[in-house]
Every structure is written in structure tokens, then in C-alpha cells.
């Protein structure tokens, strides 16, 4: 667990128009602190202090140079570690950007608050003052007011602002920052809260929509009850201490980049983002470059687990560079789910967009084991004739076996649910979502050329289920009477096993082509808890990828095909003879076929190259590698 490092701001600026007693609280505020007390009015040249006693406003162009000087004295003072307080009007938030610049959110705002007439008694009773009511009237209209200050109201004496300011200012800033409370950003900040970290959460306003959400989720949890809650981007960047850890729960893609150009400004060199969602890979490596840029880290990260997962540990993928990962692992690891032997489901997994091509391919591994349920789902209905309820029983077996695993546990839940007398999943509509990553999964292997084929056929099954509107025609299930459980599980057994190996292999020719330098082992690891694909299978996976071979050269895995492999063509004959569809299983089936028999085919697709193209061809009697062409 990350320990607190809570900081204590060291530069106050007491801010306001004249008259409203900056000078004042601030010297009273340095005393009562042990601070050195600045009054900014000293810093401005002898033309700037001309102008105020003739009664003649400021321009901006006057200011730009005094509040330079100032810039450069904060500036200084963090250098050398020695705090201050600031007596300055910086009335427009332009002035306050340029005395924050490069100060690494160690500045207190405090604005003190009056009306016009009470600062103009203020000013008519101190003798020798000299703003005219002209010129503080012109301080009113010029005044922006911060949303990002400690803000005191005036009318109270002196003391009592003190007491004010250094009871809210004596609160430790926030260590970490989360961003996005939709489902997964609200568990992840309830687990970080539980793990001792203090939080400082955001969440866009929208008025009539989306109002005050942060506070409001803060209000109805206990753990949360050191956390601070934000609307105001600037407000919530300044609450959380430098170096800033920012942990971004939002959607992927636009509205991803339209949020960082957003939060950028407000953010210093330094400080690091996590991206939490389910980025691209290629886009999270554009990001990294932009960000480098500002002198910002990134670190893109894959989280699986779901609601529950992210609320009590999930599995996280996290990639970047190493030295920006080492400022956000102990938060990472704190709230991360906890292997067998008790080690975080968490670990660098590698350079660039590394992690969210990981987190692509675990989902595209997840999209087939998915879908390999439900094809046993269909033989176990179907053919056998099972309930709902009876399935749930055979699965429930499994589910004690080598075969355990978090998917199908869920499954047995769900063909439990009952609705009335009957059950659920009988009126829930036959057509499946996706949200995207099994397609990149898809893609990604066609650009590397791997034959992640039971991820495409699980994809494509869903896009099947999505555009299918009737029957071509109707006949009823035929020509199969039962199917045996034990060869049905052997089949499923055997299916399982190559939609993992193809996951695998996927990672291990990207981490290949890209020079990631990934480690299949701790991969593994870190997907036997917390996340959805966590299994049985997994941690035997995560033990045998140590030995750093494919996963098809294991004597054991081949042992285990080799026993399954008949059932495995018995029920994809028996399903395909009944004209149910089971793509995962015959794309498993072709896939175990192609690796197995050594019948050639592809030779006569090259040929065929070779005749219409000239795309040339290698032969088998040739060591040599020379390609031939033939005028055919």
C-alpha cells in the first residue's frame, strides 16, 4: 500500500482588491505560519506606482513585468524549499496563470471576499490610503473571481480569517487524482479510498445532467470521506500534490484526446496520467508522444475485472515508460487482485501502447471463451434436451474440474435466474454486443499476420447474431439424438486450449514486430485473478509459460489434444449435421487440423499466385531459398 505524502502547500498568495485587508492577513497569516511575508505592490516598477497614485488604472501590458518579477521570487522560494506569503490583487485569472507557472501546484489561493461598499467604508476610514473609489471600482469590474481559492469573507476579524485559512489549508492535498465516475471509475475510487489513499475525484458538469457528481458520490460512502470532489477541471488538477498522479476513467478514443487537451494546461512537467480505458494501442503510443512533449507522463492501461473486479482488485496491464511507472505502481499494485502466492495481478508489461494491446487481446481471447460457452450451451439445449436448470447443474460439475473458471461460473448463475416461474435467459433478445476490442483483436492479427481464428469467428458470430432477421428457411434438428457430457467436454477442454494458444502467440509476434520485450509468464500471472478470462487453465498456463515455450510444444497440452481431439471432431459433425451453428469449435477444430495432418494445400494457392501474378514461389526440393517462377 502506498504510504501518505500528503504536502502541505508553502506559498500562500492572499489575493482580493485593495482594501479588502490583504496586507493585513497575510502578515498575520505569515506570523501565525513562520513564514516570510512579501507584498507584491513592492515588486511593481516606479512607472506602475506612478500610475496608482495619479489614479490612473493598469493595463495589462503594465502588470505583464510585475507579475513576472513575482513568477520569479515564487519561483525561487520552492527552489529553496522556503515558503512565503504573498499579499497581491491578482484580480483576472490571466495574472494568476502567470504567478502559478512552473510552480508545481504549490501555491494556496485565498481570496478575500467584500462587497463594493464595504471595502470603500474600509478604504474612506484609513487615513493617507491611496486608491481613489474611482480606481477600486475599476478593481470590481476587472475582478474574475477563482474557482480554485480558498474564499473568506471579509466581514469576519481578523482572527477569526486566520482560523479560517489554516483550518482548511492544514488539510493534506490529495495523493492521487481519478477522472470519469461511471461504473468502473466509482469502484476503483471506493478501492483506492479502502486502500488508505486520498482522493480528489472529478467528473464533467452538465448542466441539468450531470451536476455536482463527484460530491455526491462522495456523500454516500463512508470510505470516501476524506476524498474531495470536483467539477472544475483547474480546481481539482490544483487539489491533488505534485508530482500529480491523474487516473483516467473515460471513453476511448475522442473523447479521450479532447479530455487531455483540456487538462493539459492546467498540469506540470512531471506529472503523470494513467489511462484506464479501453484505448487503441497505437492511439495510446500517439498520446505518450504528445504528452512527452509537455514533459507529462503516460501510462496506457489495460483493467479487467468489471464493476465487481475494480471494486475489490482487478487485473492491470499497465505500459509507458519505466520511470513514470515507478510514480504510479504502488497505487496500481494497492488496489490490483492478489495472485495465489499473494503478489499484486499487476506488472509492467512494457513500452508504449504495450498494455493496451495486451488488455485488446485478453478481451479477444474473452470474446471466444464466451462464445464457447454458449455453442455448449446450445449442444447441452438443443440436442441433449437439457433446461436451463439442468445445464446449470452440468456446468456447476465443471465448474469443480480442471475446467473452472470465472466465465462459467457467471453462466451457472445466469441459467439459475429465474423470472416468475421461468427462466431469465429464455427472454433475453438473441443478439450480442460488442464494444470494439475484438475487432482491434481481429485486426491486429490480420496486420500480423497471426491466425487468431476462434477470436474472428467469435466477433463474427456476434456481428452474425446483430444482422440476422429471419429464417432462410425452416426444418427441425435432426439426425443427432444425444451427445455424451464427456464428449462435450473434451471438446470444450480442447477448444479452450487453442483459443488460449492463439492469444498467446498474438502477444508474443506483437511483442516481436514492436520490440516490447513483453513477458508471456507474468501476463499469465496476472490473469489468474481479478480478471474476467481468471481460470484454472490460466494459472497451469502461467506455469508452463515460464519454460518460455509455445504453448503447442508442451508435452502436456499435446497429450491433453491428443486425448480430446475425437470429441472434439464428434461434436463439431454432430452439430454441423443438426445445422447448429458452433463457429468457435470448428474454427478450433480447423486450426488443431491444419497443425496436426500435414496434407498440403497452400501450394496450390501459391501456384495460383505465381500464374496470374508472377508473385513467384519456393520449392520443397530446394534448400536454398530461391524463388522460382514458372510460365505456366
Known amino acids: 500500500m502506498p504510504q501518505n505524502t500528503w504536502v502541505q502547500t508553502s506559498i500562500y498568495i492572499i489575493m482580493g482588491v485593495s482594501g479588502s485587508g490583504k496586507t493585513t492577513v497575510g502578515q498575520l497569516l505569515a506570523q501565525h505560519l513562520s513564514l516570510k511575508f512579501l507584498d507584491a505592490d513592492d515588486f511593481h516598477p516606479s512607472e506602475n506606482v506612478k500610475k496608482m497614485h495619479t489614479g490612473i488604472p493598469l493595463t495589462d501590458q503594465d502588470r505583464s513585468g510585475w507579475l513576472r518579477a513575482l513568477n520569479i521570487k515564487i519561483a525561487a522560494q520552492i527552489k529553496a524549499n522556503k515558503g512565503c506569503v504573498i499579499a ?20 494556496t489561493w485565498v481570496y478575500l471576499k467584500g462587497d463594493f461598499d464595504t471595502i470603500s467604508k474600509r478604504i474612506q476610514s484609513r487615513k493617507g490610503h491611496f486608491m481613489p473609489l474611482s480606481l477600486l471600482m475599476s478593481q470590481f469590474d476587472l475582478l474574475e473571481e477563482p474557482t480554485d481559492a480558498i474564499t473568506i469573507n471579509i466581514e469576519q476579524d481578523p482572527d477569526g480569517i486566520i482560523r479560517e485559512i489554516t483550518n482548511k489549508t492544514m488539510m493534506p492535498t490529495s495523493e492521487f487524482g481519478l477522472v470519469g465516475l461511471g461504473v468502473m471509475g466509482k469502484s476503483l475510487s471506493r478501492n483506492l479510498a479502502q486502500k ?61 484526446d479532447d479530455f487531455l487537451q483540456k487538462i493539459i494546461p492546467f498540469l506540470s512537467g512531471g506529472d503523470v496520467i494513467i489511462d484506464g480505458g479501453n484505448s487503441h494501442y497505437t492511439d495510446t503510443k500517439r498520446r505518450m508522444d504528445t504528452l512527452a512533449a509537455h514533459q507529462i507522463g503516460f501510462i496506457g492501461t489495460g483493467v479487467s475485472g468489471g464493476e465487481a473486479g475494480a471494486l475489490n482488485g482487478p487485473s492491470i496491464m499497465p505500459s509507458g515508460n519505466p520511470n513514470d511507472y515507478a510514480l504510479v505502481k504502488p497505487f496500481l499494485e494497492a488496489i490490483a487482485a492478489k495472485d495465489v502466492s499473494g503478489k499484486p495481478c499487476c506488472a509492467y508489461m512494457g513500452p508504449d501502447g504495450s498494455g493496451h494491446f495486451i488488455k485488446m487481446v485478453h478481451n479477444g481471447i474473452e470474446y471466444a471463451e464466451m462464445q464457447l460457452i454458449a455453442e455448449v450451451y446450445a449442444c447441452l439445449r438443443y440436442i441433449n434436451g437439457h433446461t436451463p436448470d439442468q445445464i446449470a447443474n452440468i456446468l456447476e460439475e465443471w465448474s469443480q474440474t480442471e475446467l473452472s473458471s470465472y ?74 439424438d444425444y451427445i455424451t457430457l464427456n464428449s462435450i467436454k473434451n471438446a470444450y477442454s480442447a477448444a479452450r486450449l487453442l483459443n488460449h494458444y492463439q492469444g498467446f502467440e ?127
Open 88 to 107: 497581491c490583487s491578482a484580480l483576472k485569472s490571466a495574472y494568476r496563470d502567470l504567478l502559478s507557472a512552473n510552480t508545481q501546484g504549490q501555491i
Open 407 to 480: 466465465l462459467l461460473s457467471i453462466t451457472v448463475d445466469i441459467l439459475r435466474k429465474k423470472e416468475g416461474d421461468n427462466s431469465l435467459i429464455d427472454y433475453i433478445l438473441d443478439k450480442a454486443g460488442n464494444k470494439g476490442t475484438g475487432n482491434w483483436a481481429t485486426v491486429a492479427a490480420a496486420e500480423l499476420g497471426m491466425p487468431a481464428t476462434m477470436i474472428g469467428a467469435a466477433l463474427f458470430a456476434r456481428y452474425t447474431s446483430s444482422v440476422r432477421t429471419q429464417n432462410l428457411y425452416s426444418r427441425s434438428i435432426k439426425g443427432v
Open 196 to 256: 488508505g489513499v486520498r482522493l480528489s475525484l472529478f467528473n464533467r458538469h452538465e448542466t441539468g445532467t450531470e451536476e455536482k457528481v463527484a460530491e455526491t458520490f462522495i456523500s454516500e460512502f463512508e470510505e470516501l470521506s476524506q476524498a474531495q470532489g470536483f467539477d472544475d477541471l483547474r480546481a481539482f488538477v490544483c487539489s491533488i500534490a505534485a508530482p500529480r498522479k491523474v487516473f483516467l476513467m473515460i471513453q476511448a478514443g475522442k473523447p479521450t
Open 506 to 632: 498474438l502477444i508474443r509476434a506483437a511483442s516481436s514486430e514492436f520490440k516490447w520485450g513483453v513477458k508471456l509468464p507474468e501476463i499469465a500471472r496476472i490473469w489468474t485473478n481479478g480478471c474476467i478470462i481468471r481460470s484454472a487453465l490460466m494459472e497451469e498456463l502461467a506455469t508452463i509459460l515460464q519454460k518460455d515455450v509455445h504453448l503447442l510444444s508442451e508435452k502436456s497440452i499435446q497429450d491433453r489434444l491428443h486425448h480430446t481431439y475425437q470429441d472434439l471432431v464428434n461434436v463439431g459433425m454432430d452439430m454441423a449435421k443438426a445445422g447448429i451453428s458452433i463457429p468457435c469449435h470448428l474454427a478450433a477444430l480447423d486450426f488443431l487440423n491444419a497443425h496436426t495432418h500435414y496434407l498440403p494445400t497452400a501450394h496450390i494457392i501459391q501456384a495460383q499466385r505465381d500464374y496470374f501474378g508472377a508473385h513467384t514461389y519456393q520449392r520443397n526440393d530446394d534448400d536454398s531459398g530461391t524463388f522460382h517462377h514458372t510460365i505456366w
